[in-house]
């Protein structure tokens, strides 16, 4: 079983849509979580970063975690044409190093 | 906003000749890390260094694969014999010491072995 898990899409949604993506995972020890945006051919960015379970907002972005599924989501409200990109989820525990562990990666077309 | 830098932006070689990838991580940051992507892969993890040091490795940061700090800012990656299957993005990333897990990446070297 792959320890971190992330449909690929491509996820196709209208202008101002509510869009969820998600990732389960299986090691229980991981405690870290974050979701990146990455545009084509371009480094991975930050957008949000979450300590054990629960919801945090940032703006139009809000990271839910539920330890209990080993589920994560990062919601996007009105979302924007300039939000396609990839996200990827990453992961990591409290004493598993300095490795995150990336999921593959879930391709996000906003259409106007 | 500071950020990582790394050069080049792309590079084409030999198979067999070596690389050497260069980033220059955010300013204030005490680790660092390489990691790879493959086309239509995941983000995977090479090496991280701290103090001078490699503080983790994994499988696939073997003998061909080396690190540095050579100076106060930059930190590469050198690959001595590269081979087809090393094609791919090289993505370097730093944290500050207290915060591991905020890891910010660089833009990517896109490497091509022909």
């Known amino acids: 079983q792959k320890e971190v898990e992330q449909d690929p899409g491509p996820l196709s949604v209208p202008e101002g849509a509510i869009v969820s993506l998600n990732c389960t995972y299986s090691?229980?020890?991981?405690?870290?979580f974050m979701w990146y945006r990455q545009y084509s051919r371009k480094g991975p960015e930050l957008l949000m970063y979450t300590y054990s379970s629960g919801n945090k907002e940032d703006g139009r972005f809000t990271a839910q975690v539920d330890k209990s599924s080993k589920y994560i989501s990062l919601f996007i409200r009105d979302s924007q044409p300039s939000d396609s990109a990839t996200y990827l989820c990453?992961?990591?525990?409290?004493?598993?190093?300095?490795?995150?562990?990336f999921g593959k990666g879930t391709s996000l077309l906003v259409t106007p | 906003e500071p950020e990582v830098t790394q050069t080049p932006s792309h590079q084409v070689t030999q198979m067999g000749q070596e690389v050497i990838l260069r980033c220059v991580p955010i300013s204030n940051h005490l680790y660092f890390y390489w990691y790879r992507q493959i086309l239509g892969q995941k983000v995977e993890f090479l090496v991280s260094?701290?103090?001078?040091?490699?503080?983790?490795k994994s499988e696939i940061f073997d003998d061909q694969f080396s690190v540095e700090r050579p100076d106060g800012s930059n930190f590469t990656l050198k690959i001595r014999s590269t081979k087809l299957e090393d094609s791919a993005m090289y993505f370097c990333?730093?944290?500050?010491?207290?915060?591991?897990?905020?890891?910010?990446f660089g833009p990517g070297t896109r490497l091509l072995v022909l």
């Open positions: 260094f701290y103090n001078n040091e490699i503080s983790e």
């Open positions: 990333a730093s944290t500050p010491g207290t915060s591991q897990e905020t890891q910010y």
């Open positions: 090691n229980s020890a991981f405690q870290y």
């Open positions: 990453a992961m990591k525990g409290p004493n598993s190093g300095y490795a995150l562990n």
